[in-house]
């Protein structure tokens, strides 16, 4: 991307420390930098953004909304979204309209096929704004999120869900079934019903063609379905005729555009196959039959889905063999030896057991003994309760004893222990192998390490529990600030009306008292990510200097403070005061960790978080972060308190309120960043939060407002308040100042209310947050009425959404609850005189 002007300096910077900065040019002042600035906001924020004009074709799109539809930037500007995503138009041309018409569509979950040589999906959180110009809609505004990462994770732990239990099923089919036309029979129902194929289906060669078996699914496709083995027919040139030619698994991941399925690309359309894959069934060393699996989606059979399969076809091996060796009971000995290559073949542990004495192992597999850490002699002749330990739950041990004793199947994930003494999460499919007279002889356990899953579905669920648990603090926040206002109000005019000092001090406390309340929901709030925050380019290291420096007192003299703080971070993006909030909640933990004094490190360097990381927790971006280190060496915490730490009023403090940690999750997650608690009882603790780098200048704050000296006005004022206590006092107190004002409960009402005023309505005071019509529908409608009307918002659950709330009107201000009602009527003088900031 061409600049004319480099508008931020990188770590090659070459001025020299006493070198004085180079000002920077003035924003306002010169468009060409603005326009620069905004380009190198669109190439380096990990967001999407596009505009389009009226007739849906790209004026603006940054790389990154492009790389996402496998396209260049250049690709798209001036072409209709009809030419760049066709498979997407016939659903975003309804929403693209909806648009137009002025509706704004916020977080729409969207899926679309990237294109490119290896077609795969990406998934969206994408919100569409109407863009105008006085008033007009001239376009439609995008803000995509890719949510890829998550919903494949998502998508990946379901699908392995659903394999571990497809590789169970079949299991027990090949211990129940009684001939290969049942168990391939079976086998094809498991993998459309468990295994959530489309279509299942089991071919075996004859004549020079290869016949249906059996089939399941979609199964009318088959229907006059030809294929060929002489290698000279285009038809032995498919997935299934190459599978039973060449003993190896044959995967088609772009069903319609391979040349090798040309003869079936119409009859696949049809049923809306996309992907397919045939394995090798084998009888002995001999290839007897294929298994076909088709998918409705392009590039479904990935890798590792075809190693997990793959394990399939030998468990059919063991069965076919096992049929033959019971029609052939002299052939004993080869049918053990296909046992043990079956069972070599899967990358599970597997372990035979004797039905009695103890149930003792006759046999391990290789990937047992690599998943265990033990060698073969070590494992023969054991119980198979070796691997248990002291956190292996006894209800999983009972139901083992119980399935054995009724000798049935059974699943069950429990802890085991590797022979260093290492835990793991083991899935444990136990299922008996039946004699001839229908009884157990022996049973056969398969081994599935799925530490790795069960962490991220873990964290998964203690992300989902803290953003429930957010939510309802928000909304506590919401309903007692309404009650803060009523009684800060009153409080303040008892305060101004009082003539004796002793009462007036009263009142005085108890606004005080208020102050304190409001602040505690402030820190509600924050946990919930409903506080209005002001992000700057800070640097973090200046952040924490400044903050210790505050913090002495508080740290005291018994305490050795460490600190080591790099000079050459990059910029974080994040409001400066909860960033300070955050690192006094962390210090102050620390400190109270550490009662008898100790050694406190603080540090700050340079992170990178890789995509290996990323996969192991979910709210985690790979990329460039900036770290923040903390580390007490007090007393630690155990697994249990760990577990907890984030969650809101959870103390372990006989006077805390549970929200100073919690407050640290919700300011860090809101930034985009990550945090992880590390500690043991009697080993202190450390604390990392990693925050996105961002590139650009530091920020600077906003302007404080200027006093008034007079509050007091005769215009008329229009008063939309849903708290009947609230209203009251607000409308009470802006008569009193000489306004003229209208009140009413809801929108409803205010919008009858100026229908009928035959005078201007000078301003507008409206709570945002109301039943039926919030303050933002409401004042959007009016000033369709009386455009000259000036907007007050109020509310007492603010978010970051609020600051596109009040731009119906550049004559706009919002105030937080509980807001004093001398602000509120500086406020209000400022709307009128048009002198707000």
Not at 764 to 770: G, N, P, S, Y
């Amino acid at each position: 991307m061409a600049m004319r002007r480099e508008p931020k300096r990188g770590r090659g910077d070459t001025t020299a420390p006493g070198d004085a900065p180079q000002a920077l040019p003035s924003v306002a002042a010169d468009p060409a930098y603005r326009a620069a600035l905004f380009d190198l906001f669109l190439e380096n924020t990990p967001t999407g953004f596009a505009l389009l004009d009226r007739e849906f074709r790209y004026l603006v799109i940054n790389r990154v909304l492009a790389d996402g539809h496998g396209l260049s930037v250049a690709d798209h500007v001036g072409r209709r979204v009809a030419e760049v995503a066709p498979r997407a138009w016939s659903t975003l041309s309804g929403v693209y309209g909806r648009v137009l018409a002025g509706e704004t569509i916020a977080n729409l979950r969207l899926t679309e096929q990237q294109v490119s040589e290896l077609p795969k999906r990406r998934h969206w959180l994408a919100s569409y704004y109407p863009m105008r110009v006085e008033r007009e809609v001239v376009g439609v505004g995008i803000v995509a999120h890719d949510v890829t990462e998550l919903t494949d994770a998502q998508l990946h732990l379901e699908e392995r869900s659903r394999l571990y239990a497809m590789l169970a099923e079949t299991n027990r089919a090949v211990s129940e079934s009684v001939s290969p036309a049942a168990l391939f029979a079976t086998v094809c129902r498991i993998a459309v019903e468990v295994g959530g194929f489309a279509l299942a289906w089991v071919g075996v060669p004859h004549e020079g063609e290869v016949d249906v078996a059996t089939k399941y699914g979609q199964s009318a496709y088959l229907e006059e379905l030809h294929v060929s083995l002489d290698p000279d027919h285009i038809t032995s040139q498919g997935p299934t005729g190459r599978a039973l030619r060449e003993g190896e698994p044959q995967v088609i991941n772009d069903f319609l555009a391979a040349d090798m399925t040309l003869p079936w690309h119409r009859r696949a359309a049809r049923f809306g196959f996309r992907a397919s894959a045939s394995f090798p069934i084998r009888e002995g060393e001999r290839v007897v039959a294929t298994l076909g699996l088709y998918s409705e989606q392009v590039g479904y059979f990935t890798e590792e889905l075809v190693r997990a399969l793959s394990e399939i076809t030998p468990i059919l091996s063991f069965a076919l063999d096992r049929f033959v060796n019971e029609r052939l009971r002299a052939a004993d000995e080869e049918m053990l030896r296909t046992h043990d290559r079956a069972l070599r073949a899967i990358s599970q542990g597997v372990l035979i057991t004797a039905s009695s004495d103890e149930r003792r192992v006759i046999y391990a597999s290789p990937s047992f003994l690599t998943l265990t850490g033990y060698s073969e002699d070590e494992v023969l002749g054991r119980s198979a309760t070796f691997l248990d330990g002291p956190e292996t739950a006894p209800e999983a041990i009972a139901e083992i004893d119980r399935a054995v004793a009724e000798e049935r199947e059974t699943l069950v994930e429990l802890v085991n222990y590797r022979k260093d003494g290492t835990p793991f999460w083991n899935r444990l499919t136990i299922t008996p192998v039946l004699d001839e007279r229908g009884r157990a002889s022996h049973f056969v356990g398969v081994n599935t390490d799925v530490t790795a899953a069960r962490e991220m579905e873990l964290q998964l669920l203690q992300s989902q529990k803290l953003e429930a648990l957010g939510t309802l603090a928000g909304g506590v926040a919401h309903d007692f600030n309404n009650m803060l206002l009523v009684i800060r109000g009153y409080s303040g005019l008892l305060a101004q009306r009082l003539e004796e000092p002793p009462l007036r001090e009263m009142a005085q406390r108890i606004d005080a008292a208020v102050e304190k309340a409001a602040d505690f929901t402030r820190r509600l709030l924050t946990f919930s990510r409903g506080q209005m925050i002001h992000p700057q380019r800070l640097d973090l290291s200046e952040v924490v200097r400044d903050a210790l420096r505050l913090l002495e007192r508080m740290i005291g003299e018994d305490v050795v403070v460490r600190i080591d703080l790099a000079d050459d971070l990059a910029a974080v993006e994040v409001d400066r005061s909860q960033l300070e909030q955050a690192i006094l909640n962390l210090v102050s933990n620390a400190r109270e960790a550490m009662p008898q004094g100790g050694r406190l490190e603080v540090r700050t360097a340079l992170a990178h978080l890789d995509q290996d990381y990323a996969d192991l927790h979910a709210e985690v971006t790979p990329g460039p972060h900036v770290l923040l280190q903390i580390t007490d060496s007090g007393e630690g915490m155990d697994e249990a308190t760990l577990a907890r730490v984030f969650e809101p009023f959870f103390t372990t403090k006989p006077t805390g309120t549970g929200l100073g940690l919690s407050t640290v999750y919700g300011i860090v997650r809101r930034c985009g960043g990550h945090v992880r608690f590390y500690s043991s009882p009697g080993a202190g603790t450390t604390v990392k939060v990693f925050l996105p780098a961002v590139g650009g200048p530091l920020g600077a704050s906003r302007p404080e407002r200027a006093v008034r000296d007079s509050l007091r006005g005769t215009e008329t004022l229009l008063v939309v308040e849903d708290v009947d206590e609230a209203r009251d006092l607000v409308s009470g107190y802006l008569a009193d100042l000489g306004y003229r004002v209208l009140v009413a409960g809801d929108g409803s009402e205010a919008l009858a209310l100026a229908a009928a005023e035959p005078d201007p309505i000078a301003a507008l005071v409206t709570d945002v947050v109301m039943p039926r019509m919030n303050g933002r529908e409401l004042a959007a409608r009016l000033l369709e009425l009386r455009p000259q009307t000036a907007v007050l918002f109020t509310s007492g659950y603010p978010s970051p959404e609020h600051d596109a709330v009040i731009a119906p009107t550049s004559r706009s201000a919002f105030l937080e609850k509980p807001y004093g009602l001398t602000e509120m009527a500086q406020v209000v003088r400022d709307l009128l005189d048009g002198t707000t900031t």
